[in-house]
């Protein structure tokens, strides 16, 4: 199982990114990929995940309403979509496959992206 993620960078509050999460190794439908986020200092949280069987999405409280998780599955590639960034959205941005749904069993993970949000 190979996870790359891309699409980090510095950009002023009120501004958007799109992460990607490109995965490789495994069969892509079965699995749930979920995003997380550890800003320094602080502990890694889960962020947002969606079921690439079902569909089924699942967002942290603080991003509601301004993350939007999607997939590609013809591309084997999962999506987050952030508009409406806070300087407190600033962290290193992980993705993470899980075979058993969101929220199971994170066993495979990429490397992170940078995610910095001037005020």
């Known amino acids: 199982v ?5 699409g980090g960078g ?9 992460l990607s999460c490109a995965a490789s190794g495994f069969t892509f439908d079965d699995y749930a990929i979920g995003w997380f986020r550890q800003a320094p200092g602080k502990e890694r949280e889960v962020v947002s995940c969606i079921s690439l ?4 999405t699942y967002y942290a409280e ?14 084997n590639s999962v999506h987050l979509q952030m508009n409406s960034l ?12 899980d075979p058993g749904g969101c929220g ?5 993970w990429g490397q992170g992206t940078q995610v910095t949000v001037s005020s």
């Not at 190979?2 to 891309?6: A, I, K, R, T």
């Not at 510095?10 to 799109?18: D, F, H, I, N, T």
């Not at 069987?53 to 089924?56: Q, T």
């Not at 199971?104 to 495979?108: A, K, L, P, T």
């Open 62 to 75: 603080s991003v509601n309403g301004r993350f939007t998780i999607s997939s590609d599955n013809a591309k």
């Open 53 to 56: 069987s079902d569909g089924d």
């Open 86 to 97: 806070k300087p407190e959205d600033t962290a290193v941005y992980y993705c993470a496959a």
């Open 2 to 6: 190979q996870l790359v993620e891309s």
């Open 104 to 108: 199971i069993d994170f066993s495979s």
């Open 10 to 18: 510095l950009v002023q509050a009120g501004g958007s990114l799109r």
